[in-house]
């Protein structure tokens, strides 16, 4: 991405899918009722580190609820404790490593999602490129140990880990 593009808030290509993906993943999941402030306050969709979405991720966002719980983009350049994510989008950072992400959300009910090229084995689902095509892994086991359901549904869909799960 240009340095225009990053300051104008334009989306890196292929991003406007990934946003999309994130919205279509949040009705096969469930999370505790504690996860909530209250039984209306918002879910807050996190992006960790730099912002490759530009508005395409608050255009999905934007009419979009998960129960009765509106959607908030919370753009995080440094992810730390009290940031009441529900759903944290990894990214690229050079001030944190997505290790350093997810140690911040560990053992919360926090769906961590992470891009395609970054190492991030703890996270739940890793987006991946499977015959040219944008696919994502899902590792059940992370998300149950976070307080997390996931639909059958939605574990159909999901490519081989490229880690072999671990």
Known sequence: ???????????EPGYALKAGYLAKFTPFVDW???????????????????????????????????GDHPVVVTRLPIVAKGA???????????QQTPQQMLAVVAGKPVLTVADEDLEA????VQ???????LRFSIRA???????????SKLLALSAPPRDGGK
Request: glycine content about 14%; aromatic content about 6%; charged content about 15%.
């Open 127 to 133: 987006f991946v490129t499977v015959e040219n095509r």
């Open 1 to 11: 991405m240009s340095a225009g593009a990053a300051l104008s808030g334009e989306q």
């Open 84 to 94: 009441g994510c529900h759903l944290l989008f990894l990214s690229a950072s050079r």
């Open 32 to 66: 505790p009722e504690t996860a909530f402030e209250a039984p209306g306050s918002p879910f807050r969709l996190c992006v960790g580190g730099r912002d490759p979405f530009g508005g395409a991720i608050d255009r999905v966002a934007g009419s979009l609820h998960v």
């Open 121 to 124: 084995s703890g996270a739940m």
């Open 141 to 151: 086991d992370a998300a149950q140990a976070a307080g997390l359901t996931l639909s």
